[in-house]
């Protein structure tokens, strides 16, 4: 099959847009959450999502849905969220999170793009290495399975990334007719069931040689790109609106296992809160190798934000 640059196609005005059913098989809060939403700042370097918070990415057009495991790709379902038409595909790149290969033009990576009549599309990115279930030209019903989830194109993570259109415009489900403003949540939605919105977000996790001060964890000059291998194994992140009783749970493993596991509840409500927990390295050094680490924060028993870090051991 010829991978070719997804384009956007043009088509008559609307009638009614498509009503959205979640599109991967999983339970928001257990297995999956919400990572970033639609970007609503008007200006660049700034980002807002639908309800005013901190929760997206500058110029992001779209919803990212995370799962919360490497063990999910090519497992999880991703679902057509809304009845529609095949129009294009792309499968067979890499599940790389290193994006070895990715360009602008197949930066969305193993996909679908769906059209939902009226002008109305949405686009499914990010799948796993020969999982796209359909073809051009098939007629879908809503839940249809269209592949599975994945680590294609340009993400370090496994997540689905859904984005809609209408006529070529991005559209947020979450605040449809009001693209490029944000407001209090509860408004119109084209979700069927509206995922829950927290303003929570978990900013960035990474591994460091030491606890990183907060003006090292912003700037990116905490992180390690190589390790030391007698050098201590630091697992921190950062956090916005992090709210009291929170818990957060760093954990890290590498080619030996498990290293490191410990659980911090959050005391108070804070605007910017970072928090991080080590080893240090054992006799003889860390084992050659990739570190896997993790961040994640539960609110009354649900995921709310979740992060992963590497590392390598020369």
């Known amino acids: 099959m010829r991978l070719m640059p ?19 098989d999983c339970e928001i809060g257990t297995t999956c959450f919400i990572e970033d939403y639609f ?13 005013c918070g901190f929760n997206s990415r500058d110029g992001h057009r779209g919803t ?22 095949v129009l294009r595909t792309r499968d067979g790149m890499a599940d790389d999170r290193l994006m070895r290969g990715v360009t602008k033009e197949n930066a969305c990576g193993n996909a679908v793009l769906l059209d939902h009549g009226d002008g109305w599309q949405t686009l499914y990115c990010h799948m796993a290495r020969d999982s796209v279930a359909v073809r ?7 839940g249809a399975l269209l592949g599975t989830v994945g680590l294609s194109g340009q993400t370090t993570h496994p997540h689905l990334h859904l984005s809609l259109t209408r006529n070529g415009a991005a559209v947020d489900p979450f605040r449809p007719e009001a693209t490029g403003t944000c407001g209090p949540p509860g408004g119109p939605t084209l979700w069927q069931s509206p995922p829950p919105y927290t303003p929570t977000q978990m900013v960035t996790a990474g591994f460091s040689d030491r606890v990183p001060g907060l003006d090292a964890i912003a700037d990116g000059s905490a992180r390690l790109p190589i390790g030391a291998p007698d050098q201590p194994l630091v697992v921190y992140t950062l956090i916005g609106q992090a709210e009291h009783g929170d818990l957060l749970i760093l954990s890290a493993s590498g ?12 005391k108070a409500p804070q605007r ?14 860390w084992p050659s190798g990739d570190y896997t680490g993790e961040a994640t924060l539960t609110r009354a028993g649900k995921v709310i934000a979740h992060r992963f870090a590497h590392v390598s051991m020369p």
């Not at 080619?255 to 959050?266: K, N, T, Y």
Request: no cysteine; aromatic share 6%.
């Open 6 to 24: 997804f384009l956007l196609l043009a088509a008559p005005a609307f009638a009614d847009p498509p009503s959205l059913s979640l599109p991967l």
């Open 64 to 85: 990212d849905i995370a799962v919360l495991g490497f063990d999910a790709v090519g497992r999880a379902p991703v679902l057509a969220a809304a009845p529609g038409t």
């Open 255 to 266: 080619p030996d296992g498990a290293i490191l596991d410990r659980s911090m509840i959050v």
């Open 39 to 51: 970007d609503h700042a008007p200006d660049p370097g700034v980002q807002r999502d639908f309800a």
């Open 272 to 285: 910017a809160v970072s928090r991080a927990f080590g080893r240090r390295a054992p006799p003889g050094g």
């Open 136 to 142: 051009p030209g098939e007629t879908l019903s809503r």
